[in-house]
């Protein structure tokens, strides 16, 4: 019992940063119809951003996950206007290399504006913790278990209710239609891009506790979104949610059950064979192609 | 390698003999890269110099396996950086199994180009971004195996020297057969080139450019999809496979570690910075992401090389859509009409 309480809260964390992540790609699939490979570096600059704040002027955990959002915001903003917007017309492979590039400036980038030394940055509530049946539930776990999913919840509720998600959601169907109906695509692409960035740095600021602030740090949380978001569909924002809860969970239960090695094959494998019934994932839908 | 008896015809002689022969093209081009094997010998090059070229001709291998699936066949696929380390490290656990050069060769051929055909069979289902992340799927598989099982070791496996058909032992650290090493991965590379070329000109090449501008028109002109997409998938992992093998010749020895996403991504983008469905394209996308940055901004810029290679792939691709290679129509173009102009101009 302890076990399997153990393995849920830990795939509640990861999950939540999978699925921050995977909202970001999805968002971004949307609207600017590219797969972002650049989202875990992106969110890596800005987690850089809070640890320096940190270290240099010593501001609370609080304040610079704050500042870091505020730089995130901005980041997606500027990558938006000079980047992608001047690429509308270039081809959809070309579009996602472009994503690459924007990797290798930012990864170039990190050494020279932050030097080489990784960061620390602490958890948002430190030490306390729960006992619940045998297994430790830290109340930091719960913070950003709550966090993600508060936001996440806000985000649906937004895009459902709201004019704004009303525009996005125009956008995402066809951007060409929504632009000739006075939907102001460009800033809808321009916020998307934005808000990605920002959670992209939220689950940053997540994982960094664990180890440190590196730039490698959001490596596995970005090919595990991108994995949530192919199990849970990309055609919905609630797919890649669920499915990125479901990948931590799989993923740990099988590390811990079955075989530490071969843990992450199988359940990659099963959910290939999943894909390949199913292709356009859990909640996903055909898209119809006219000929 | 005889150039010579055509360069003595003349410049446009010359250029007239490539155009109509794009075989000769590649051909040229292996004899000029084959002058780097001698170079550093005379004392006019660095030794390490040579071994970027060799990389460089490794990634080209692996590319011109990409390009047959996003340039011709509007397939993607991010998981070659799996088939090149199935490659490299293929070739160094058989090596160690005590099986000659060529059989291990082979073996691993065969592994991966089965798994091409998986994962070709698998394309017939699941399409577009949910394809591409299926083959990053395969990808990461491939990547847990080397780094967590303990056949394949810990950070790396070292090959040693190799002996080829039998006789013929090459050492990678004496600098002579390193040379040697390095002209067989250039006839590879030329061979690879003359061999894509025919395939694409043939009526496999057709149907693959039929598939990828509409599958349904494609299937009522009588197109296998099945066939077709296993072909591509095949092809492209065997030539990836090539270059993982090139790798373990050259270097002689494997790590385990380094087969990650990003090098997958720096094989699309040579892709499709050279050119899509270019053959030389290839060659120069591999020498703008990997060779310039290695060869000369390393030393000119130092750290930022980087950041700058990355700012490259965003203008090249902003400007050149299709690829850098098209950069030639447009010089010729330029000087076509400023040719015109003052053509124009004169008589007034």
Redesign the interface.
């Known amino acids: 019992m302890a076990d399997i309480l153990r393995i849920l809260f830990n795939s509640l964390q990861t999950g939540s940063t999978y699925a921050l992540a995977a909202l970001g790609i999805a968002l971004i699939w949307k609207t600017s119809r590219t797969t972002n490979f650049a989202q875990g570096s992106i969110g890596t600059l800005n987690a850089y951003v809070a640890g320096i704040l940190l270290l240099s002027w010593g501001w609370s955990i609080w304040l610079v996950a704050l500042a870091s959002l505020v730089t995130a915001f901005l980041t997606g903003i500027l990558i938006d206007t000079f980047i992608i917007r001047p690429a509308a017309k270039v081809g959809a492979i070309s579009k996602q290399i472009i994503t690459l590039g924007l990797i290798m400036v930012i990864v170039g980038l990190i050494p020279l504006l932050f030097g080489v030394d990784p960061y620390r940055l602490p958890s948002f509530i430190p030490g306390a913790s729960v006992d619940i049946a045998g297994a430790t539930l830290r109340y930091n776990t719960v913070f950003v278990i709550a966090v993600s999913l508060g936001l996440m919840g806000f985000l649906f509720w937004f895009i459902q209710n709201t004019r704004w998600g009303l525009a996005i959601r125009v956008t995402a169907a066809s951007e060409t239609t929504a632009k000739l109906m006075g939907v102001p695509t460009r800033t809808v692409t321009m916020i998307s891009w934005a808000s990605a960035a920002m959670m992209g740095t939220l689950a940053a600021l997540i994982v960094a506790p664990q180890a440190s602030v590196n730039p490698n740090m959001l490596l596995d949380v970005q090919v595990s979104a991108f994995f949530a978001g192919v199990l849970g569909g990309f055609t919905t924002f609630a797919g890649p949610v669920i499915g990125s809860f479901i990948i931590a969970f799989a993923r740990n239960s099988a590390a811990f059950y079955l075989s530490d090695i071969w843990g992450n094959v199988i359940v990659y494998s099963l959910i290939l064979v999943f894909l390949y019934f199913k292709p356009y994932g859990l909640c996903g839908k055909k898209a119809v192609k006219k000929v | 390698m005889s150039d010579t008896p055509h360069a003595s015809n003349g410049r446009s002689a010359l250029l007239r003999v490539l155009r109509e022969r794009p075989a000769l093209q590649f051909v040229l081009l292996g004899a000029i890269l084959l002058v780097f094997a001698v170079l550093p010998h005379l004392g006019l090059m660095r030794f390490s110099t040579m071994s970027i070229f060799a990389y460089t001709g490794i990634y080209t291998v692996v590319a011109l396996g990409m390009n047959i699936l996003?340039g011709f066949s509007g397939l993607?696929s991010l998981g070659t950086a799996g088939f090149i380390g199935a490659g490299a490290l293929g070739m160094g656990v058989f090596l160690q199994m005590g099986l000659p050069f060529e059989l291990a060769a082979l073996a691993v051929l065969v592994i991966s180009g089965s798994l091409g055909a998986l994962i070709g069979l698998?394309s017939l289902?699941?399409?577009s971004?949910?394809l591409?992340?299926?083959t990053?799927?395969?990808g990461?598989?491939l990547r847990?195996?080397y780094t967590?099982?303990p056949i394949f070791g810990g950070e790396f496996i070292s090959i040693g020297p190799v002996k080829l058909f039998g006789f013929l032992e090459l050492n990678q650290i004496l600098q002579q057969q390193r040379s040697v090493l390095y002209a067989i991965i250039i006839l590879v590379l030329v061979a690879a080139m003359v061999l894509m070329h025919n395939l694409v000109k043939s009526r496999t090449g057709r149907a693959l450019m039929a598939m990828s501008r509409?599958e349904?028109?494609a299937q009522a002109m009588g197109v296998s999809l099945l066939k077709y997409r296993l072909t591509a998938f095949i092809t492209a992992t065997v030539y990836a496979t090539s270059g993982g093998i090139l790798y373990a010749l050259y270097f002689q020895n494997a790590p385990t570690r380094a087969w990650?996403?990003?090098i997958s991504?720096?094989i699309?983008?040579m892709v499709?910075?050279g050119g899509f469905k270019s053959i030389i394209g290839t060659f120069l996308g591999a020498i703008i992401i990997y060779g310039l940055p290695n060869l000369l901004l390393k030393d000119l810029l130092g750290?930022?090389?980087?950041?700058?290679?990355?700012?490259?792939?965003?203008v090249v691709?902003?400007f050149y859509?299709r690829g850098f290679v098209f950069v030639w129509q447009d010089i010729k173009r330029l000087f076509v009409t400023a040719k015109k102009r003052t053509g124009t101009e004169a008589p007034r």
Do not use: C, M, R, W
């Open positions: 996003l993607i698998f289902k699941v399409e971004i949910y591409a992340i299926a990053l799927f395969i990461e598989i847990q195996i967590s099982v509409s349904h028109a990650t996403l990003n991504l720096l699309i983008a499709v910075v750290d930022i090389s980087y950041v700058f290679s990355g700012a490259l792939i965003i691709i902003l859509p």
